[in-house]
């Protein structure tokens, strides 16, 4: 069904400088608190800490944020196009909902990982279609949060190639 996803050299040419973007929407804030038996027990902070150490060893800088907006993560989308390398984004529930979120993706001119720490397709039906996995370079879903380190691991080696 998608078509417009683009490779790393496609989307990004040569690889950008700047530091890489983590963006995190709706109600992740409530992480380690929330739903433990779907999201485990690590809150925000601690995902935070893991991908800075990981970006650390592999010589990238992170801007890591999080928001409940719809229109603050499209205007960090943006930002991480315009001064940012790269792209890992969890946009939880805006995922199954946000044309705007896809189109800000489509927009910027750098890679992009999506993020889910739960398995999206082993839930509900609502859950099974991301807006946001057509213009991205890959997903990550079902893993916990290793799946940031794993996007990160991803990008990196996308941004070496490009
Ligand atoms: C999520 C999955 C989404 O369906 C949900 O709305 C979230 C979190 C995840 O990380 O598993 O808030 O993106």
């Given at each position: 069904m998608a078509t417009s996803a683009k490779t790393a050299s496609a989307k990004t040419g040569p690889a950008k400088v700047g530091p890489i973007y983590v963006l995190n929407g709706p109600?992740?804030?409530?992480?380690?608190?929330?739903e433990p038996h779907i999201y485990?027990?690590?809150?925000l902070a601690g995902i935070e800490k893991r991908v800075k150490e990981r970006a650390k060893a592999l010589g990238h800088k992170i801007e890591f944020r999080q928001t409940n907006s719809e229109g603050e993560l499209i205007t960090w989308i943006q930002e991480a196009g315009a001064k940012g390398a790269g792209l890992i984004i969890n946009?939880?529930?805006?995922?199954?909902?946000s044309i705007g979120l896809h189109d800000a993706i489509a927009a910027i001119d750098v890679p992009v990982v999506e993020v889910h720490i739960s398995n999206i397709h082993k839930?509900?039906?609502?859950?099974?279609?991301?807006?946001?996995s057509s213009v991205a370079l890959g997903v990550i879903c079902?893993?916990?949060?290793i799946g940031y380190e794993l996007a990160l691991e991803a990008l990196a080696e996308a941004l070496k190639k490009a």
């Open positions: 109600n992740l804030n409530l992480l380690g608190k929330r485990g027990t690590e809150g946009p939880a529930a805006y995922s199954h909902t839930r509900e039906a609502f859950r099974h279609h991301s807006y946001v079902g893993l916990g949060p």
